[in-house]
């Protein structure tokens, strides 16, 4: 009779077991899908994977890409200061130009990119933040966070899929204290993919006061 119920015992922690794993993440051909996304969103998910890639390399292999773009938008009160760097990976030394507008004041100056670093045609003020145009962003942030919704028009060619608010990673960690915002700052990512070659992908910081938006754009060579 003991061994009878030891086997009952045995058999229904193994369901349990079982069954927890089975709501934690399914399988799908191997592949384990996340507890935090349907098996639709899982699979949309991989239309973005040259963006997550790209964003994991610590130095950044511009093999394969026509251009590249970084850009971040401060908002602060009434004061707005925009930032962009416009490289075209085609020409040697990824040459471009850097723009700057700080309320009304406008500046290009001519840029080479090499190693990581920026090379400056002439002296302007402030430089462009090479933390951001050299962003890493690990896959597992984007992991972690949940599906708000996901977009796909057949005229555009664009997908885009949009990452519930949050304010635990490290990412937003970082930002927040890189940018000096409030507690109260929340932050929303977005990326998207368009017209077969172009990966983008959006970070936006906004609190009451303050908003911070920082933006990649890959564009990939065709055929």
């Known amino acids: 009779m003991k061994k009878f119920k030891w086997c009952l015992w045995v ?29 639709e969103q899982y699979e949309f998910e991989k239309t973005f994977d040259p963006m997550f ?22 908002k602060n009160g009434d004061e707005v200061k925009r930032c962009e760097i416009d ?13 700057i507008q700080i ?8 840029v080479s990119y090499s190693n990581g670093k920026l090379h400056y045609d002439s002296a302007i003020d402030p430089l462009f933040d090479e933390e951001i145009l050299n962003l890493v962003v690990k896959r597992d942030v984007f992991d972690s966070l949940n599906v708000k919704r996901k977009l796909r028009t057949g005229t555009t060619e664009l ?18 204290i890189k940018y000096d915002l409030p507690e109260e ?7 998207n993919y368009s017209d077969k070659t172009n990966y983008g992908i959006t970070i936006q910081l906004t609190s009451k006061e303050m908003s911070v938006k920082i933006g990649l754009t890959i564009i990939k060579k065709r055929g």
């Open 11 to 39: 058999t229904g922690v193994l369901v349990i077991l079982m069954t927890a794993s089975s709501l934690n993440a399914c399988s799908l051909g191997g592949e384990t899908i996340p507890k935090n996304r349907t098996r």
């Open 53 to 74: 890639k790209f964003l994991e390399q610590e130095q950044k292999d511009f093999n394969g890409l026509e251009a590249y773009k970084s850009r971040v938008y401060i």
């Open 87 to 99: 490289l075209d990976i085609t020409k040697a030394d990824g040459k471009g130009d850097y723009r």
């Open 103 to 110: 309320g009304e004041n406008k500046k290009t100056v001519p």
């Open 159 to 176: 997908s885009e899929i949009i990452y519930q608010p949050e304010t635990q990673s490290e990412l937003f960690q970082k930002l927040k």
């Open 185 to 191: 700052t929340t932050c929303q990512i977005r990326v």
